[in-house]
């Protein structure tokens, strides 16, 4: 396995995903509502970092000694504080409106399976499903506990904007396995194979603003890797 065979793989199967939604226009459609619910979330989250932002300051930020290399190394760090939480808030707006939309995500996820994969698998009956929500409970804890920890926990947060990225293309990636009724540490295992794929797929989430759009798009890129990886015969 070459890194940046699957990081380029994780790429093409985002906009493999485009251009199946350009062809489906409907659903394309559908995925304003997400886009719209994570606007809100953007525009919530900005006004409690607003809110807070001195206390945050004061626990992300080092005092600035008085060398004037200390000076420089405090506006650099500050430059760095505000463009991180810039994207993080955009990131973390983004995540709460895939809680909201799962349902729109799902039905897309499946109609991809439909044309991709016709009878790959059974419709999980309502007690099956029901049986899902506490690997689905499990999930979610598990994202927003690793967000946290990224985020706050101080040297791990350079890393936090691309682990956030990672975490919501893995959402995506996990609708298949899901439905196959699968739990939720086999879903992770399955998910290890490509994590550098999911990586590539979560590149284009960076991009500020655009990204209220690019993100709900990615559903499709991630259940065809989903899809993919269920269909390779196991070693």
Do not use: C
Not at 140 to 158: E, H, K, Q
């Amino acid at each position: 396995m070459y890194p940046f065979t699957e990081l380029a793989r994780g790429t093409k199967a985002y906009w493999k995903g485009v251009r199946w939604l350009q062809r489906h226009p409907i659903y394309l459609l559908f995925l304003l509502i997400p886009s719209i619910l994570g606007l809100l979330g953007v525009v919530v989250a900005g006004y409690f970092f607003l809110k807070y932002h001195a206390v945050l300051l004061s626990y992300f930020l080092f005092e600035p000694g008085q060398s004037w290399l200390w000076v420089i190394l405090y506006y650099l760090a500050l430059l760095f504080f505000h463009i991180s939480a810039f994207v993080a808030i955009l990131l973390l707006g983004l995540s709460v409106s895939n809680v909201v939309a799962a349902p729109i995500y799902e039905t897309i996820s499946q109609a991809i399976e439909k044309e991709f994969f016709p009878g790959s698998t059974d419709e999980l009956s309502f007690w099956q499903s029901f049986r899902l929500v506490p690997e689905e409970l499990k999930k979610m804890l598990l994202i927003g506990f690793l967000s946290l920890v990224f985020f706050m926990v101080p040297g791990l947060n350079l890393l936090a904007l691309v682990a956030a990225s990672f975490l919501v293309a893995w959402d995506f990636y996990d609708y298949p396995l899901a439905r196959r009724g699968l739990k939720l540490g086999q879903r992770i295992q399955l998910a290890r194979g490509d994590a550098l794929a999911i990586l590539g797929m979560s590149v284009w989430f960076l991009i500020p603003i655009v990204q209220i759009v690019l993100v709900p798009m990615a559903v499709v890129g991630g259940t065809l890797l989903g899809l993919e990886k269920l269909a390779k015969p196991k070693a």
